[in-house]
């Protein structure tokens, strides 16, 4: 009996995405993808490379040998990384690094949906992850991935007129968030007993450091940050992907099992750690079935067991009807139990 509503399959296709802000497509092509393509197009098992080359973003498609065998093909993208990791000292200044991606086998068996009426992103995507983790306890499951994650951001809104009578620079902004918010090694202090490690201190942990933030413009002057620039919290603009549930905002949790297990039974697995999990988040937070392979797989399967019993009564009454009792009974009884035997066989 199949497992699975989708068998998983192997695609003989990798995605290398390699980020360079601020350059067109034109520059993206000659200083970043025509550098990758070089590199990949020694691999032996190469069929043949897509590219697309956007603003700050070079995306290249690689597509092997329909002949490479699927045990195979974890070599041989271990392969691409390889090459492709070697010329990442050739790409210019801002470029990268590259990231390949070969993850597109896994069959998704339950999917659920997170909303929260009055949270933040932020706090959709903590609760998120406490569910996670809580998931991934469960038996057979592979992997559980979380869909519709705003990147959180810290906006500086300057405003022209000031940045002209001060005479700050976005260039002296970047240069003091640069020499500010960094983790050094401040060394130690050696003692007869030990060696006492030094922390340097300087990083930000709040809004309120960040808008303390001391300001030197090119005359020399001294600035607070705050007095010349707006500071708040906020998610990337535009966002790179977003769901919503009946219009609210939310996060997808997405489940997949391992290839050997039976999504039937995790997905109800699953269902039961969610449910005793809903009984303890905080009021508001509300958790609901986007799709359910398991329901899915198990009505396929109830609909085959109903199909093989009516097909074999049918048979059977034929023969009866045809051909006598203790003949049909005899005949009968080698359908089923060749059935029963077929059975066997596959379940070892």
Do not use: C
Request: hydrophobic content about 40%; charged content about 25%.
């Amino acid at each position: 009996m199949g497992k699975l509503e989708d068998a998983p399959f192997t695609i003989k296709q990798a995605l290398v995405l390699t980020p360079y802000p601020g350059a067109s497509p034109s520059e993206v092509q000659s200083q970043v993808t025509d550098v990758l393509e070089e590199s990949i197009q020694s691999l032996g098992e190469l069929y043949y490379l897509k590219t697309e080359n956007r603003a700050g973003l070079s995306k290249i498609t690689v597509y092997v040998k329909k002949e490479i065998r699927a045990d195979e093909m974890q070599q041989l993208w271990d392969k691409l990384r390889r090459k492709v990791n070697d010329v990442q000292s050739k790409l210019p200044a801002g470029a990268g690094p590259s990231v390949v991606n070969d993850d597109f086998g896994d069959v998704l068996g339950v999917f659920y949906g997170l909303t929260g009426e009055g949270y933040s992103y932020r706090e959709l995507e903590d609760q998120a992850k406490l569910i996670k983790n809580e998931v991934l306890k469960v038996k057979d499951v592979a992997k559980v991935e979380i869909y519709g994650v705003q990147s959180p951001t810290i906006d500086v809104i300057l405003s022209p007129s000031v940045m002209a009578r001060s005479g700050i620079t976005t260039a002296d902004i970047s240069r003091a968030f640069e020499a500010q918010n960094r983790v050094v090694d401040a060394g130690g202090i050696d003692t007869e007993v030990n060696r006492i490690r030094i922390e340097s201190t300087g990083n930000f942990y709040s809004l309120d450091d960040i808008r303390n933030l001391t300001i030197v413009s090119r005359t020399g002057e001294h600035f607070r940050l705050a007095d010349i620039a707006e500071i708040k919290e906020s998610y990337q603009t535009p966002p790179s992907n977003k769901m919503r549930i009946d219009g609210k905002p939310a996060i997808g949790i997405a489940i997949s099992t391992v290839p050997t297990g039976n999504v039937v039974d995790m997905a109800d697995a699953v269902k039961m750690e969610i449910k005793q999990f809903s009984e303890t988040m905080p009021e508001g937070f509300e958790l609901q079935s986007i799709y359910d392979q398991g329901y899915e797989s198990a009505v396929a399967n109830k609909g085959f067991i109903l199909n093989l019993i009516v097909s074999v009564v049918t048979v059977v009454a034929i023969l009866l009807f045809f051909i006598g009792v203790k003949n049909g009974i005899l005949i009968g009884s080698g359908l089923v139990f060749s059935i029963f035997a077929t059975l066997i066989v596959m379940l070892v």
